[in-house]
């Protein structure tokens, strides 16, 4: 079953902590991508890796921090530093033709 | 900087009911564009990619057509149901020759009733 999965599917921080969102992918994209996405607000982008080992602030970086160790892995880390996270978050993984394929998304609230 | 709008926010259609989804780009060099479906909660369906080389593009009760040099894609559906209530969300693909990036617009909400 081939696809992007996202865990939790839910997570709760409190002030001052630091979250990890997991995005697993077994498409064999090399490129994969994290947005963020708002109420009444187009998606985001926060960053975006090419390949292994590389990976290029988007948009909105500050507060974030990623890493790309293995071709299937793209873990999206929140930390405290990032003052409004509460937010849908959305990991995606892009074809050679450039089409973007979706996760379900992990929908993050600060308590 | 590429802007994405899409127009209306919100459109409620009876059932059979033909609909065309407007979405508008304030640069035209773009790479592709993308047509997307968001359920409430979900991530993001592809729906249809249009390379810029393409004028439209077919899937189903779908199709979307691009106008590059009007910085216009819109988005037909035919025979309306109620299972296509969604959020329907565009893209376009700026290519910066080391990335390709996605300028996504806000979306329109579309309800199909009975």
């Known amino acids: 079953d081939g696809g992007i999965t996202q865990s939790p599917k839910y997570l709760f921080r409190k002030e001052g902590q630091n979250v990890t969102l997991s995005c697993e992918q077994n498409?064999?994209?090399?490129?994969m991508y994290w947005y963020r996405q708002d109420p009444g607000q187009g998606l985001r982008l926060i960053y975006y890796s090419q390949i292994v080992n590389d990976f290029q602030k988007g948009d909105i970086a500050e507060g974030y921090s990623v890493s790309r160790e293995k071709k299937e892995s793209f873990p999206l880390t929140v930390t405290s530093a990032q003052k409004n996270p509460t937010a849908f978050y959305l990991c995606?993984?892009?074809?050679?033709?450039?089409?973007?394929?979706f996760g379900p998304g992990t929908r993050l609230t600060v308590l | 900087k590429q802007e994405v709008t899409q127009i209306p926010a919100a459109l409620s259609v009876p059932e059979g009911e033909n609909l065309v989804l407007n979405c508008s780009f304030t640069?035209?060099?773009?790479?592709?564009l993308q047509w997307f479906r968001q359920d409430p909660g979900k991530g993001l369906t592809s729906l249809l990619l249009i390379q810029s080389s393409q004028r439209e593009q077919t899937s189903g009760r779908l199709n979307a057509s691009l106008d590059k040099s009007s910085g216009r894609s819109t988005l037909y559906i035919a025979a309306s149901q109620p299972g296509d209530s969604a959020t329907y969300l565009c893209a376009v693909v700026i290519n910066t020759g080391t990335a390709s990036k996605l300028t996504f617009g806000t979306g329109t909400r579309l309800q199909v009733t009975l």
């Open positions: 995606a993984t892009k074809t050679w033709g450039n089409e973007q394929f």
């Open positions: 640069d035209s060099a773009i790479y592709n």
């Open positions: 498409l064999n994209h090399d490129a």
